[in-house]
Nanobody, 124 residues
Framework: DVQLQASGGGLVQAGGSRRLSCSVSGFTFDGNTIGWFRQAPGKEREGIACISFSNDNTFYGDSVKGRFTISSDNAKNTVYLQMNSLKPEDTAVYYC?????????????????WGQGTQVTVSS
């Protein structure tokens, strides 16, 4: 009964900011990993960030490093993706996912649990 719900998408002008939320239920953060992905029409799904518990390691894809920040509010069972300096090429459906295990060197190769996506559109 694990559920992940991504929310917070919308229309943003280039250079603007947006914060996405991933609400998680039925899944313990401690000892596990939450990741963010995106997929644009005609492109492959791209892993953009993950946060791994209990060590609180964070990792980012090269395309978003320095612009996006992943964080968590464990009391609310929520993971956030703060997106700054948005570009039209960031336009995509954004998904969050969960995988068991704590990682020290990078994001998991595969995720078992997935949520519904939220659309982010960046206009020029």
């Amino acid at each position: 009964d694990v559920q992940l719900q991504a929310s917070g998408g919308g229309l943003v002008q280039a250079g603007g900011s947006r914060r996405l939320s991933c609400s998680v239920s039925g899944f313990t953060f401690d000892g596990n990993t939450i990741g963010w992905f995106r997929q644009a029409p005609g492109k492959e799904r791209e892993g953009i960030a993950c946060i791994s518990f209990s060590n609180d390691n964070t990792f980012y894809g090269d395309s978003v490093k320095g612009r996006f920040t992943i964080s968590s509010d464990n009391a609310k069972n929520t993971v956030y993706l703060q997106m700054n300096s948005l570009k039209p090429e960031d336009t995509a459906v954004y998904y969050c996912a969960a995988e068991t295990g704590t990682r020290w060197l990078g994001c998991p190769r595969e995720y078992y649990y997935w949520g519904q996506g939220t659309q982010v559109t960046v206009s020029s």
